[in-house]
C-alpha cells in the first residue's frame, strides 16, 4: 500500500520536485511558502535539476573530446546561465543579445558557437571581437557576408556549416528544422559545393559541421539517421581536401512532459558513440548544443488559483499565470503537468480548462484537467523551465514573472518581478 506522499510522487521533475508531507517542494525548498513570500506567479528553479542533467550528458562523453553548449534559448536567465558557465559549459546563441548574456556571467567566449539563419553584420562584428569559437552558418550568402565583415576587421571567422540532414525527428511540425522545407541550414546535397565554397574565402577557416534536427525528440532513431547522414558528408568533405575538426551534433532531445519517455542523455549518445567509433570517427572532436533537456524538467511555474467559473459546456478554473508566461500551450498545444502545491481532501473535484487572465481564446495553460481547489489555493505548473520565461512577453502589459534559484534549502531571488514603469521605461509621449 503506497503512502499519501508515495501516491502523489513519480512527478515530471522527481525526484528534485517530490511532496514531503502533502506539501509540494523543489530540492528542500517548500513551493508553498515561496509562494506565499514571493508572489505569483512565479518561476522556481532546481539547480541540482540542472546540474544532474548536465551530469547524464557528461556521463556519456566521458572519455571523449567533446563539448557541451547550452542552447540559452531554452532559458536565457542571468541566474542559469551562472549554474551551466560554472559547470565548465559552452553556450549555443542567436543573437548578440544572448552573446551579452553569455559575456556577463562570464562565461567562456572560446567555447561559445553563434547559430541561427538571419545573423546580422552588426551581430557579426560583435561576436568576432568578443571572440567566438563558431559561427554556424546557415546559408551560402552569410558566408559571404560573414567572410566580409570579417577581413574588414582583419580576422578570420571561425564556421562551421548548418546541413539539413533531411530527417524526420517525429516532433511538432513547428520545432522540427532538419527536413527538407525547414527555413534551417543548407540542403545536403548542396553541403559539398558549399564547403568547397566556404574554404576559398579568405575571411573565413572551416572548422566543423553541424545539424540540429528538432526539439522535444523522444527517439533514438532520428539521430542515428542524422548521424550516418552526416558522417558520410564528413568523408566526402574531407576528400575534397577541406579538414572538419569538430562535429556538432545540435540539441533535440525531449523531456517528460505527460508520459513521454525519451531516452536518457548517457543513453542516447552510448548508441550514437558506438556508431561513430563504427564509422571511424570516434576521436574526432564532439559538439552537442542540449537546452530542453538541460532545463526544461529544472523549473515550475507557481500560480494562484484566482476564480472557478463553472460553466454549461466547461468549467473554468482561472489561475493568475497566463500565455505570456506559460506561451507553449497557447504556441504548440503543449501539455503541461498542473499539480497543487497542498492537496485538498475536502472539495470536490472538478473537470476544466485552467486558463490565464489574458484577453485571447488561446489563453489556457491545460485543457480537461481534474483538479480539487478553491480561489486562493496554489497550483505549480510542472516542466516550465525550457521556453518558457524566455518566451515571455508583456501581452497586455503583464510584468514578468519573478524568478528563484533553489540549491538545498537556499533560495536565491534572480530575477525581480516585473512592474508597468519596468515596461514602459523605454516609451516617450509625444510633445
Ligand atoms: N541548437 C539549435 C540550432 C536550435 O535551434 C535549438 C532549438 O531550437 C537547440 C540547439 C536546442 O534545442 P533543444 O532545446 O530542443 O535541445
Redesign the pocket.
Known sequence: MLTKNEALNGLPGAPHISYRNEALHLEDASLGDLARQYGTPLFVYSRAAMLAALAAYQAGFAGRNAQICY?M??NSSLGVLQVFAQAGCGF?IVSGGELERVQAVGGDMRKVIF?GVGKTRAEMRQALAAGIGCFNVESEAELDVLSDVALVMGLVAPVSIRVNPNVDPKTHPY?S?GLQGNKFGVAHEDALRIYRHAASLKGLRVVGIDC?IG??ITETTPYLDAMDRILDLVTDIESAGIAIEHIDF????GINYNQDAPPAADALWLELLAKLDARGYGNRKLMI?????LVGNAGVCLTEVLYLKPGEQKNFCIIDAAMNDLPRPAMYQAFHAIVPLAPRGDVPELLCDVVGPVCESGDWIGRDRRLAVSAGDHLAVLSAG?YCMSMASNYNTRGRAAELLVDGAKVHLIRERETAADQMRAEKLVC
Open positions: 542552447a534559448k531554452a549555443d547559430s520545432i528544422t540540429h526539439s522535444q545540435g540539441g533535440g532531445l548544443e542540449p537546452g530542453r533537456s525550457a
